[in-house]
C-alpha cells in the first residue's frame, strides 16, 4: 500500500470523493476533520464525548453536519461524499455496529453507529474501532512505509492498540484485536481495571490510570492533569503515580515487542504527551523488557493531532477496504449471544 494521506487509491479518491468527513470517537471527547479526497484537512471540530448512546450519536451527527456546512460555505453546491468513524468498542465493520464495549462509554454496546449516522445525514458511513483509525493515520503522518509493520500504542483515558502488516489493522478473530490495555503486567498489580479485572495495563497506565495510582498511594481523586502538574512541581507521591503509569506502559510494549516484532511502535494520547516526566520512564521500562534482537526497535512519539480522523477517512480507500473486510468474512464476527 502507498504512503499518500489516505493510502493505496489516494489518486482514485480525489477524483470520485472530492470531500470526506472522518471521526474521532472517543470516550471524553469526539473530533471531526472535513478532508478532500487527496487526505488534505479543509476544517476540523470537536466537542465533549456526551454520556449515553444516544446523546454521542446525536453529537456524532451534530459534528458531521456542522463540517458539512463549512464546505457548503466555500463550495455552494458541493457536498460530503462520504462519512469514516474510528469508534472506541469493538466494532462490526461490515455494519458498523459495536459489537462490545467497556463502561468507559456506558450503553454503548448493540449501537447501530454506521446504520444510525446514514439516517440522519444521508451520507454513506463506515466505522473501526478508534485506534485502528488512529494507526492508520500516524503510519501515513510519520511517512512510514507501509511494507514496515508498525504497533501503535494509545494511551488516553485508556490503552488501545493496533498492528499494521502492509498497512493493514489485523482485527483478529472476534474483532478485538488491538485491545492490548487488557494484557496483564507487573507494574498494575492490585489495580482494578475499566473491564473490571486486576492487574491490567490499563488499570494504571492510563490517564485514568494515573488518578488509580495516585489514589492507592492515600492520594486524592484528582485528574490526571492536576497530578502531572503536583509531579512537575516536585510532590513526590504525585511522581511516583507517573512513574508507575510510564512503567506499566513500557513493561506493556516491551513485551508486545518481544511477541511482534514490529519494525516500529508509534505511542500517542495524552498521556505520552506529558513528555519527558513520562517518556523517559517508559522508555527505560520498554528497553529494560526487550530480547536482544529486538533492542533496536524505534520507539516513537505520535506527532498528528488529526490522525484517527485522516485513518477514519481512509476507510474509503476502497482497497484498504477490500483488505479488512476479508478478515472478518467468518463467524466468530458476529455478535456472541
Known amino acids: 500500500m502507498s504512503n499518500s494521506p489516505l493510502g493505496t487509491g489516494a489518486a482514485l479518491l480525489s477524483a470520485r470523493r472530492p470531500f470526506l468527513i472522518g471521526i474521532d470517537l472517543g470516550g471524553t471527547k469526539i473530533a471531526g476533520a472535513l478532508l478532500s479526497g487527496a487526505g488534505e484537512v479543509l476544517a476540523e471540530a470537536r466537542t465533549p464525548t456526551p454520556a449515553g448512546a444516544d446523546a454521542i450519536v446525536t453529537a456524532v451527527v451534530g459534528l458531521a453536519q456542522s463540517l458539512r456546512a463549512t464546505i457548503r460555505a466555500d463550495h455552494a453546491a458541493a457536498d460530503v461524499d462520504a462519512i469514516g468513524i474510528g469508534s472506541a468498542g469493538v466494532v462490526d465493520i461490515a455494519t458498523g455496529a459495536i459489537l462490545d464495549a467497556t463502561e468507559a462509554i456506558p450503553g454503548w454496546r448493540g449501537t447501530a453507529l454506521a446504520e444510525r449516522v446514514t439516517a440522519?445525514?444521508?451520507?454513506?458511513?463506515?466505522?473501526?474501532?478508534?485506534?485502528?483509525?488512529?494507526?492508520?493515520?500516524?503510519?501515513?503522518?510519520?511517512?512510514?512505509?507501509?511494507?514496515?509493520?508498525?504497533?501503535?500504542?494509545?494511551?488516553?483515558?485508556?490503552?488501545?492498540?493496533?498492528?499494521?502488516?502492509?498497512?493493514?489493522?489485523?482485527?483478529?478473530?472476534?474483532?478485538?484485536?488491538?485491545?492490548?490495555?487488557?494484557?496483564?503486567?507487573p507494574a498494575a498489580a492490585g489495580i482494578r481495571c475499566s473491564c473490571g479485572a486486576l492487574g491490567h495495563a490499563e488499570g494504571s497506565g492510563s490517564g485514568t490510570g494515573i488518578t488509580a495510582n495516585y489514589v492507592a498511594a492515600g492520594g486524592e481523586a484528582l485528574d490526571g492533569p492536576a497530578i502531572v502538574a503536583r509531579a512537575s512541581a516536585g510532590e513526590q507521591r504525585a511522581r511516583d503515580a507517573v512513574e508507575r503509569s510510564a512503567r506499566t506502559v513500557g513493561e506493556l510494549v516491551g513485551g508486545l515487542v518481544n511477541t511482534l516484532d514490529p519494525h516500529n511502535v508509534i505511542l500517542s494520547g495524552g498521556v505520552p504527551d506529558i513528555g519527558a516526566l513520562w517518556w523517559d520512564g517508559f522508555e527505560r521500562a520498554a528497553r529494560a523488557e526487550l530480547l536482544p534482537r529486538t533492542r533496536g526497535v524505534d520507539l516513537l512519539l505520535g506527532r498528528s493531532a488529526a490522525a484517527a480522523c485522516r485513518g477514519a477517512a481512509s476507510l474509503w480507500d476502497e482497497r484498504l477496504w477490500a483488505e479488512l473486510l476479508a478478515q472478518v468474512d467468518t463467524p466468530p464476527h458476529r455478535p456472541l449471544s
Not at 138 to 145: F, K, N, S
Not at 146 to 159: D, M, Q, R, W
Open 120 to 185: 440522519a445525514t444521508g451520507r454513506p458511513v463506515r466505522v473501526i474501532n478508534d485506534v485502528h483509525a488512529h494507526a492508520l493515520g500516524e503510519q501515513r503522518a510519520l511517512d512510514i512505509p507501509s511494507a514496515h509493520s508498525t504497533l501503535l500504542v494509545a494511551v488516553g483515558t485508556g490503552i488501545g492498540g493496533s498492528f499494521l502488516v502492509g498497512g493493514v489493522p489485523l482485527l483478529g478473530a472476534h474483532s478485538v484485536g488491538g485491545h492490548i490495555g487488557h494484557v496483564p503486567t
